[in-house]
């Protein structure tokens, strides 16, 4: 084979990808839901907390997150053995997806040790605005497999609050409820859209 016969294969793949994200629905939309929901929520009951001072324990913080991250791990766990395999566009943002879920955690852990070792807790604020610029990143290569106008408008929306998220990290525990916006806005509601698409082609 040719390198112009492997160039024009190359093409041929990635044009069928294409056609298949635009003419069947992407899975993935209950972890979004998920994971929109159980973080969003658990950055407005930090917000809430902070606030109105409802639990003065030190380890409130840590508690919230943990709370959170099992609910989520508990729904990875249950929708494990019910979960179909993607295909084309669909497994490639999904791998897409999982890249970006261990670059969260590996940049979540580091920034977590330079916060310890440095003595300085807002560190970790700047793990806010990196998550969204991930979610961003992710539907970008799903708004680019599909074609999907709507999906780049998220994609957009995400790059743009991880700036609005960044601006706020200085102003206290305030960037916690826009932080949590963003989850329910650019991770939760399109997470729902994709699930309801994806239920209703598959009557």
């Known amino acids: 084979m040719t390198d112009?016969?492997?160039?024009?294969?190359d093409i041929a793949f990635m044009r069928a990808l294409a056609e298949e994200g635009r003419n069947g629905p992407l899975i993935g939309g209950p972890m979004l839901?998920?994971?929109?929901?159980?973080?969003?929520?658990a950055s407005l009951a930090i917000w809430l907390n902070q606030t109105f001072a409802l639990v003065t324990s030190s380890w409130s913080f840590f508690a919230i997150w943990t709370i959170s991250l099992a609910a989520f791990l508990a729904f990875l766990l249950a929708s494990k053995?019910?979960?179909?395999?993607?295909?084309?566009?669909?497994?490639?943002?999904?791998v897409a997806w999982s890249g970006g879920g261990l670059s969260i955690f590996f940049v979540g852990l580091s920034l977590a040790v330079m916060a310890v070792?440095?003595?300085?807790?807002h560190i970790a604020n700047a793990f806010l605005p990196f998550i969204l610029s991930i979610y961003g990143s992710a539907w970008f290569v799903a708004a680019a497999l599909t074609k999907t106008r709507w999906l780049?408008?998220?994609?957009?929306?995400?790059?743009?609050?991880?700036l609005v998220t960044a601006w706020?990290?200085?102003?206290?525990?305030?960037?916690?409820?826009i932080y949590?916006?963003?989850?329910?806005?650019?991770?939760?509601a399109p997470g729902y859209v994709l699930m309801r698409r994806?239920?209703?082609?598959a009557t």
């Open 117 to 121: 070792r440095s003595n300085d807790p």
């Open 4 to 9: 112009h016969d492997a160039i024009r294969d």
């Open 81 to 94: 053995t019910t979960r179909r395999p993607g295909a084309g566009a669909s497994r490639a943002i999904g």
């Open 33 to 41: 839901l998920a994971s929109g929901l159980c973080f969003g929520s």
């Open 198 to 201: 994806a239920r209703q082609a």
């Open 152 to 162: 780049s408008a998220v994609a957009a929306g995400a790059f743009g609050f991880a």
């Open 168 to 177: 706020f990290a200085s102003e206290g525990v305030v960037v916690f409820l």
């Open 180 to 188: 949590a916006l963003g989850l329910y806005a650019l991770v939760a």
